[in-house]
């Protein structure tokens, strides 16, 4: 079987972009922008653009250190660990950034099988015109340019679900989506048990049922034998 996990909000209660606004002064301006995704109320590709611009010349050395205080819920890692030894495929699908969910894996000693992420650009100093450009000669610090990369941009996730059972080679009815945004959607309307961890109003119609926390989600999985 595979599962599939959103990661903000789900697997972790961290929310990276405010993480790396908190570095640069712009962690409301943040917070506000992915509520508002969140809910529904702006698409999410160009909320995500919002946020990542605000971040245009941020030292590449404090956004580590944003992405070193991602961190998963508790018992987080003890699903992952426990659906992984049960032989189910577990990928990570999300809007967030490789670096963080990388490095909040790394910190509990935790693996998955995939994750789709994508990527903020780290380029070398400020252009004329005092923003990063990825085309500079390499004078200056590293920073972040302020762009996004990814699949998950204008991506979809049901498209990066639909990628995911081609690889695992599973129906998919054999799928279980979790996750509590407005991006989530597309994935938790295609899969064959859509759960929701304390799933935005928006998203809630669209879940077989709901979650709270993960020893909640532990033992749903155990019921739905699962685990």
Same mark, same amino acid.
């Given at each position: 079987?595979?599962?599939?996990?959103? #990661?903000? /909000?789900?697997?972790?209660?961290?929310?990276?972009? !405010?993480?790396?606004g908190n @570095?640069n002064?712009? +962690? @409301?301006?943040?917070?506000?922008?992915?509520?508002?995704?969140?809910?529904?109320e702006?698409e999410y590709?160009?909320?995500?653009? @919002?946020?990542?611009?605000?971040? $245009?010349d941020? *030292?590449d050395e404090?956004?580590?250190?944003?992405?070193?205080?991602v961190e998963l &819920?508790p %018992?987080?890692?003890? !699903?992952? $660990? +426990?659906?992984?030894e049960a032989?189910?495929?577990? +990928?990570i699908?999300?809007g /967030?950034?490789?670096?963080g969910?990388e490095?909040?894996?790394?910190?509990?000693?935790?693996?998955?099988?995939?994750?789709v992420?994508?990527r903020?650009?780290?380029?070398?100093?400020k252009?004329?015109? =005092?923003t990063?450009?990825?085309d500079?000669?390499? @004078?200056g610090?590293?920073?972040?340019?302020?762009?996004v990369? %990814?699949?998950l941009i204008?991506?979809?996730?049901?498209? +990066?679900?639909?990628?995911?059972?081609?690889?695992? /080679?599973?129906?998919? $009815?054999d799928?279980?989506?979790? =996750?509590?945004?407005?991006?989530?959607?597309?994935?938790l309307?295609v899969?064959?048990l859509?759960i %929701? #961890?304390?799933?935005?109003? $928006?998203?809630? *119609?669209?879940?077989?049922?709901?979650?709270?926390?993960?020893?909640?989600?532990?033992?749903?999985l155990?019921? &739905?034998?699962v685990?």
């Open positions: 079987m595979l599962v599939a996990f959103d #990661f903000d /909000g789900t697997l972790s209660d961290s929310e990276m972009t !405010v993480l790396l @570095q002064g712009t +962690a @409301q301006d943040m917070a506000d922008i992915t509520g508002r995704a969140m809910n529904n702006i590709a160009e909320s995500l653009r @919002q946020r990542c611009e605000l971040l $245009a941020l *030292p404090q956004a580590r250190a944003a992405f070193d205080a &819920r %018992g987080a890692a003890e !699903v992952i $660990a +426990a659906l992984r032989g189910h495929y577990v +990928a699908l999300t /967030g950034f490789d670096r969910v490095a909040a894996l790394e910190t509990e000693g935790v693996e998955v099988d995939a994750i992420a994508n903020l650009p780290v380029v070398d100093g252009s004329e015109a =005092g990063a450009s990825e500079t000669s390499g @004078q610090p590293r920073v972040l340019s302020g762009n990369r %990814g699949p204008e991506g979809t996730k049901d498209d +990066a679900l639909e990628v995911a059972t081609a690889i695992v /080679g599973t129906d998919r $009815a799928t279980i989506a979790i =996750g509590d945004g407005a991006n989530d959607l597309p994935m309307e899969a064959g859509a %929701g #961890f304390e799933p935005k109003p $928006a998203v809630e *119609p669209a879940c077989d049922v709901t979650v709270s926390t993960m020893d909640e989600l532990y033992t749903l155990e019921k &739905r034998d685990l």
